[in-house]
Nanobody, 120 residues
């Protein structure tokens, strides 16, 4: 079994910062890409940022320059440093991981979500 456990969400004023963490654990052979998605009320879940094991990143235009994604491969953990937060960043943030449970079993896994609320 595989678990993605997120932490770091909360309430912050506009202009503030938060750091999200997500650790993958369980029966894991290798973790491939990891990323963060967010879903605001009444809207679709969208990619915020993703990172490969080698450190290559893909960051949404709406957060580029404000959010930084990083990872610790030894700990199977991905981070999202969020600076200059805006009210429109308010959403539930979900961690995602593409990982191999064995050499052949590639799957897509999600965390439970963590609420980020930015007040104006």
């Amino acid at each position: 079994q595989v678990q993605l456990v997120e932490s770091g969400g909360g309430l912050v004023q506009a202009g503030g910062s938060l750091t999200l963490s997500c650790a993958a654990s369980g029966s894991i052979f290798r973790v491939d890409a990891m990323g963060w998605y967010r879903q605001a009320p009444g809207k679709q879940r969208k990619l915020v940022a993703a990172i490969t094991p080698g450190g290559g990143t893909n960051v949404a235009g709406s957060v580029k320059g404000r959010f930084t994604i990083s990872r610790d491969n030894a700990k199977n953990t991905v981070y999202l440093q969020m600076n200059s937060l805006k009210p429109e960043d308010t959403a539930v943030y979900y961690c995602n991981a593409h990982l191999y449970r064995t050499t052949l079993q590639l799957g897509d896994y999600w965390g439970q979500g963590t609420q980020v609320t930015v007040s104006s």
